[in-house]
């Protein structure tokens, strides 16, 4: 709380939460013209991890009270999304979560909180 005002605390924001093996070592970046670069290792030969399973993004931008979301970015072994947002958040701070579902649908990650980042 600021001031009596109650904040979000973005790293204790679950954006999803499920049994699925979730990230190793994933980092996110910024890159020219308004693109998140996310890196990983490929882990999917561990616990229910799937080659198919499919990279998920969310996106929120307190300034702009707004969110994006993009699914299915990429595939678990693809090691790396490029997730391009719109021209709007040029110069924004964005805080930024990753999980991974099942190509059913049926299971998902727990999400993760990968910072923010603020758009070039």
């Given at each position: 709380?600021?001031?009596?005002?109650?904040?979000?605390?973005?790293?204790k924001?679950?954006?999803?939460?499920?049994?699925?093996?979730?990230?190793?070592?994933?980092?996110?970046?910024?890159?020219?013209?308004?693109?998140?670069?996310?890196?990983?290792?490929?882990?999917?030969a561990?616990?229910?991890?799937?080659?198919?399973?499919?990279?998920?993004?969310?996106?929120?931008?307190?300034?702009?009270?707004?969110?994006?979301?993009?699914?299915?970015?990429?595939?678990?072994?693809?090691?790396?999304?490029?997730?391009?947002?719109?021209?709007?958040?040029?110069?924004?701070?964005?805080?930024?979560?990753?999980?991974?579902?099942?190509?059913?649908?049926?299971?998902?990650?727990?999400?993760?909180?990968?910072?923010?980042l603020?758009?070039?």
């Amino acid at each position: 709380m600021t001031d009596d005002i109650p904040e979000l605390v973005y790293n204790k924001v679950l954006i999803t939460k499920g049994d699925l093996t979730g990230f190793q070592n994933v980092a996110a970046a910024t890159q020219t013209g308004n693109i998140m670069r996310l890196t990983w290792e490929n882990n999917s030969a561990q616990g229910n991890a799937s080659e198919n399973d499919p990279v998920n993004v969310v996106c929120y931008c307190e300034e702009l009270d707004r969110f994006e979301i993009f699914e299915s970015a990429a595939l678990r072994t693809a090691l790396t999304a490029d997730i391009t947002l719109p021209a709007i958040y040029t110069g924004k701070e964005i805080q930024v979560w990753s999980y991974f579902h099942n190509s059913e649908e049926t299971q998902a990650s727990n999400s993760i909180h990968l910072g923010s980042l603020t758009l070039i």
